[in-house]
């Protein structure tokens, strides 16, 4: 059974700092990993999507890395703004049968102006 | 439409009742999902579909909650006699069958009173 663990569960930077968040999973046998973005009260965002022959991917401020032989995968946001203040959830989909999709925990992040 | 459609947006009713939750995937994606997240909780799974078909209901909390799918498309999910437990927010989820990105709707708020 996959088990998807994510710490910090909170953290709070200063505006500007670059900040990692990290994501990890016990059963390494997964398809893809997908780091989602959830603001107070609304659905979620998806924000990258890393296929499991991938290391990384980046977008804009955001880069995550994958790495299954570790069951680990880091969101890396680079010169924090206020806007991302927001809770951060990574999602691993299962590469057999029908491919549950198992979420971590999320990590509520405050930057703080 | 252009992203995963929910509906009702908001809902409140009185213990006991019983409510549906409605969502339109978007369209061409096989796979669905329903989450539950309760205040301040991460998100709970409940139900995946396949097409029409449910292979792994194992979410779901109790009998008093149940979930179809239609056409390949549209998906109800029924809680009856609610509880004031059962008040969450319940999201739903597609994507392709293999590998895509899941797409999160916006959720439905159910406050049961």
């Known amino acids: 059974k996959q088990e998807v663990t994510q710490i910090p569960a909170a953290l709070s930077v200063p505006e500007g700092e670059n900040l990692v968040l990290n994501c990890s999973f016990t059963d390494s046998a997964i398809y893809n990993l997908q780091w989602f973005r959830q603001d107070p009260g609304k659905g979620l965002t998806s924000l990258l999507l890393?296929?499991?022959?991938?290391r990384e991917q980046t977008s804009g401020r955001l880069n995550a890395s994958l790495d299954k032989s570790s069951g680990r995968s880091t969101l890396y946001i680079a010169a924090s703004q206020p806007g991302d203040s927001a809770t951060y959830l990574c999602a691993g989909r299962g590469s057999g049968g029908y491919q549950k999709v198992t979420f971590g925990t999320g990590t509520k992040l405050q930057v703080i102006p | 439409g252009a992203g995963v459609s929910q509906s009702p947006s908001n809902k409140v009713t009185e213990k006991g009742k019983d409510v549906e939750l409605r969502c339109d995937p978007i369209?061409?994606?096989?796979?669905l999902y329903w989450y539950r997240q309760s205040l301040g909780q991460g998100l709970e799974f409940l139900i995946y579909f396949q097409g029409n078909s449910a292979p792994d209901k194992s979410g779901l909390p109790s009998d008093r909650f149940s979930a179809e799918r239609t056409g390949g498309s549209v998906s109800t999910l029924t809680i009856q006699r609610t509880q004031q437990e059962d008040s969450a927010v319940y999201l739903c989820?597609?994507?392709?069958?293999?590998?895509?990105?899941?797409?999160f709707g916006q959720g439905t708020r159910l406050t049961v009173v």
């Open positions: 369209s061409g994606h096989t796979a």
């Open positions: 890393i296929q499991s022959s991938q």
């Open positions: 989820a597609s994507s392709f069958e293999r590998g895509a990105e899941a797409f």
